[in-house]
């Protein structure tokens, strides 16, 4: 950016303006004039009296004679009162140029620039570290930098020469005291902070005031380069951007887009003045005045400027140890701060940061996290409130902050640790890039090759492959042998920082490289729709995912996490050529989810968030085995993973191949799992891939009916195959070397990559946990009784036994949720039963030949019963008790409501579901109107229909005569419409005095005629029928028989005649009208 001109080192250099004529003199007269001088006018400055008097000095001579005698004062030891004199002076009289008083001697009132610019130049002496550093040294720098900050701020009329003399001051003091190593204790290390953000301050003034010319810019590029192994120099300068970018953002993409916030703090550092082009030319000088920050990353860079080298040589001229200096121990740490405050700016561009709510730097998202301690929050997650995490202003001075997506239902306390991230609670979304924001290839044009070398920092490369000097730091053979020397840095000799503990790192670098590659993930995964790539980025990209997702020798596990935290929408972004990294992320998250512990990164991130981030990777690739099919896979570094020739790594393997891989990730995943919202989304990832594998397993099977290929069919009976090409294998391997995935392999069937086995695995696996750990929880408990009722509708051929299981284990949740003591019945409670009662009603429903099993039924009528009445009937410890003999005491009436729902299910629906109207009404769509509508009998009408009421809950409504259709108006028809509870129904009767089946074979139904004797046969006798046997009429009569005569004996034919007219006469008075 400055290469064409010139630096001012040399200015610098061979200014004398800092000495003074009494150097030439022996050290006991300086020291003698100078107290004797200085202490009548500092005295003059500390006595209240006296201090509103006039100066002692009244002309130009005077004053400069006296500040030749102050600069010399000003090298003198702080065994006394002179420096501190001296100091007290020249604070006094730079204030010229803010406000004149009458202590300052009038040749400076009249020409304030002039001599302030003279009085800088000898204030740089009081900067000479001191062999007796102490806190008197400290105080004084101190009160000389709060003086230039006044002086900046407030002064109103400072020439450009003076600003320039101001800055070169700067400049000179912070080279002094921070280019040479950091000596422990001393003064630099007390003062870099506040030096730094002096200088950075009245620098950010002096753009406003008057703009430095590009020499300065380049001057102080080149001097803050020497001072990057102190952190502050990192911290301020990651501040000073962040609120440059803040401000750049206002005016460059408009109000709508996400604003940047940071702290009120370092807001402040900007001048409300300085307009939007200084503040764009500003932001982007100061982007580049760290340089390169991948050099902190080489110990031999940072050590090899002037300062360092001075210190190589020790008194008999052999060069010393690179690792005996204590401040390049903390490089790890400040390239970390340097790639995390990158990482602020980046997020800011893409509109994802969040700020933070004390006055700690702003945050960007989805960090990595260093928990020391868990709180695991049962409530259900619609009765949680959220809460946010604040940290101590404190924390902000030594470590700057970021935020991780954890989870809605853990809370995390991280502490100061480099990976630690308080800011955002796990309660809180993941932000959304902007819709406005820039392009990636124009992101990358700014970080890119900041972040993709920082990602390749310390990375031992295939086998084959050759960075060139774009992607490392080290170009030279001496170079490389400082940063190995750094590298191996013992720990024993790093000085005592709680912000570092090499141990968690033992790469050293692995932070701020982890920090750089979640970057770059995050970038990518802002692609919009449609938007182009340079392919370059791409390729870069590409290498680095393979080489952060490595799990073999050259693992590192804070990349691997943090490449997973950034990268869940990674396959959902459509970029070109993405998919040649899937078996590298399968291989990824077969290192994660099948480990319940994650041992070897819950030291530096919160476990919860890895494993959700890698179940929303497993989500996305899910599909891909289904969608591509046979497909092969690219193969990016052919034969450059291992020496192993017979690595899967390096050979081109089908998506459908990676299925069987994915499907154990899947359930190991869900065995080990312990948070709810991520068990949650297993279960519904669990019913999708059975889903589709059965929709799929059906168009195979009827394009190989219909006498197609049947591609997609045939995967799943060539397991050996899966088994061999996806790296599943089951060879036995030593415990130490075993991955979770291969010893999970062993234990899954070899079929469970198809619809059926995949059924048969998630059924067993669900109902074991939904009776063990997950039926205290209520969320995991609904998402499981989500999933197997899903798991009913799959129309896959499976045993009875296994449904069988479902059910019986859906009967026992009730059974132990309606069984827990009575305090802890609940609202959400009784809404696990319900929806276990639903969950019963939608498997009987799909398969009511469950019911024609004896003991299946059985087991359900007794569940129905304990929902409605609130107990069983029978128990193995009890005798049989009647229903008129219990009292009713259901848990709830929503729950006994749920119960009478399934009786109704079972009484009316199995068997005739779903009804002619379809699956989505439950009742009949028939009505009174639509019977009256569609008969075809005229005499029909609303007055032809009866109602009756039962139990005060059911309405009958009755039609007594035939519809006209196809019953048969010969038989007795009744039609009978049931309002209920459980809906309305629609029943016609017939009487029929033969089945249905005999009446369709026969026109009519004739009865049978009465069958007609046949006389003819056999023989035929004459024989006289008597009331009474021959031997009664042989018995004499006596008086009393013959007392009562014989009828035809009585009547005459008089009597007859008469009895006749009688009855005519009788006849005719009925058939008179009355009158």
Sequence with gaps: MYSEWRSLHLVIQNDQGHTSVLHSYPESVGREVANAVVHPLGQALGTPSVAGSESLLKTDKEVKWTMEVICYGLTLPLDGETVKYCVDVYTDWIMALVLPKDSIPLPVIKEPNLYVQSILKHLQNLFVPRQEQGSSQIRLCLQVLRAIQKLARESSIMARETWEVLLLFLLQINDILLAPPTVQGGIAENLAEKLIGVLFEVWLLACTRCFPTPPYWKTAKEMVANWRHHPAVVEQWSKVTCALTSRLLRFTY???????????????????????????????????????????????????????????????????????YPCLKHLPQIFFRAMRGISCLVDAFLGISRPRSDSAPPTPVNRLSMPQSTAVNTTPPHNRRHRAVTVNKATMKTSTVSTAHASKVQHQTSSTSPLSSPNQTSSEPRPLPAPRRPKVNSILNLFGSWLFDAAFVHCKLHNGINRDSSMTAITTQASMEFRRKGSQMSTDTMVSNPMFDASEFPDNYEAGRAEACGTLCRIFCSK??????????????????????????????????????????????????????????????????????????????????????????????????????????????????????????????????????????????????????????????????????????????????????????????????????????????????????QALLRDYALNTDSAAGLLIRSIHLVTQRLNSQWRQDMSISLAALELLSGLAKVKVMVDSGDRKRAISSVCSYIVYQCSRPAPLHSRDLHSMIVAAFQCLCVWLTEHPDMLDEKDCLKEVLEIVELGISGSKSKSSEQEVKYKGDKEPNPASMRVKDAAEATLTCIMQLLGAFPSPSGPASPCSLVNETTLIKYSRLPTINKHSFRYFVLDNSVILAMLEQPLGNEQNDFFPSVTVLVRGMSGRLAWAQQLCLLPRGAKANQKLFVPEPRPVPKNDVGFKYTVKHRPFPEEVDKIPFVKADLSIPDLHEIVTEERRLGWSNFDDHSGREKERPPE
């Design 254 to 324: 408009g109000p709508s887009f996400p604003p940047f916030k940071v702290p009120d703090e370092d807001a402040s550092l900007i001048p409300p003045e300085m307009d939007n082009e200084c503040v764009a030319q500003t932001w982007f000088r100061f982007l580049h005045m760290l340089s390169n920050p991948v050099d902190l990353s080489n110990p031999a860079i940072i050590s090899s400027t002037p300062k360092f080298q001075e210190q190589f040589l020790n008194v008999s001229g052999m060069p010393q140890e690179l690792n005996q």
């Design 528 to 741: 919009k729709t449609g938007e182009e790539i340079l392919p370059a980025y791409l390729s870069r990209f590409y290498m680095l995912l393979i080489q952060g997702l490595q799990i073999n020798d050259y693992v590192c596990h804070p990349v691997l996490a943090s490449v997973i935290l950034n990268s869940p929408p990674l396959f959902c972004c459509d970029l070109k050529g993405i998919d040649v990294v899937v078996p590298y992320f399968i291989s990824a998250l077969e290192t994660i989810l099948p480990d319940r512990e994650l041992s070897k990164f819950k030291s530096y991130v919160n476990p919860t968030e890895l494993r959700r981030s890698s179940i929303n990777i497993l989500l996305s690739l899910l599909p891909l085995p289904h969608h591509f099919g046979t497909v092969r896979s690219e193969v990016v570094l052919e034969g450059k993973f291992s020496n192993d020739d017979s690595s899967s790594y390096d050979k081109p393997i089908t998506f459908l191949s990676l299925k069987l891989r994915l499907v154990n990730i899947l359930i190991g995943a869900l065995q080990t799992e312990t948070d709810p919202n991520n068990t949650q989304m297993i279960l519904g990832a669990m019913l999708n891939i059975v889903q589709d594998s059965a929709l799929l397993e059906a168009i195979g099977c009827q394009m190989e009916m219909g006498g197609g290929e049947n591609n997609l069919k045939s995967h799943s009976r060539t397991n050996s195959g899966i088994s061999s090409a996806s790296g599943g294998s089951t060879e036995p391997t030593t415990p130490d070397s075993e991955r979770p995935a």
